[in-house]
Nanobody
Framework: QVQLVESGGGLVQAGGSLRLSCAAS????????MGWYRQAPGKQRELVAV???????NYADSVKGRFTISGDNAKNTVYLQMNSLKPEDTAVYYC???????????????WGQGTQVTVSS
């Protein structure tokens, strides 16, 4: 079974920075995309940023210019550098991966357990 192990969440003041990491542990043949979603209380889960195996990225408008997603293909790891954080960035952040496991010929969708990011004003 694939596990997405997240780290890096926490409490920070507005204007501060945090870096999230997510490592996929399993026998992985190919990763299509890895990314981050977030869910604030009472709201739907939303895309924050995603990166594909070629390094192409996509960001939510609300985080463009402040957040940067990057990946390390050799480590099956994705990072989210979050700068100029705002109270409205407060949410549980979930890592997501669309990948193909060794021995299989189809992609599967996986989620991490989530990490809390709290930005105080």
């Amino acid at each position: 079974q694939v596990q997405l192990v997240e780290s890096g969440g926490g409490l920070v003041q507005a204007g501060g920075s945090l870096r999230l990491s997510c490592a996929a542990s399993a026998s992985i043949f190919r990763i299509n995309t890895m990314g981050w979603y977030r869910q604030a209380p009472g709201k739907q889960r939303e895309l924050v940023a995603v990166i594909d195996s070629d390094g192409n990225t996509n960001y939510a408008d609300s985080v463009k210019g402040r957040f940067t997603i990057s990946g390390d293909n050799a480590k099956n790891t994705v990072y989210l550098q979050m700068n100029s954080l705002k109270p409205e960035d407060t949410a549980v952040y979930y890592c997501n991966a669309v990948l193909m496991r060794v021995g299989r010929d189809y992609y599967e969708n996986y989620w991490g357990q989530g990490t809390q990011v709290t930005v105080s004003s």
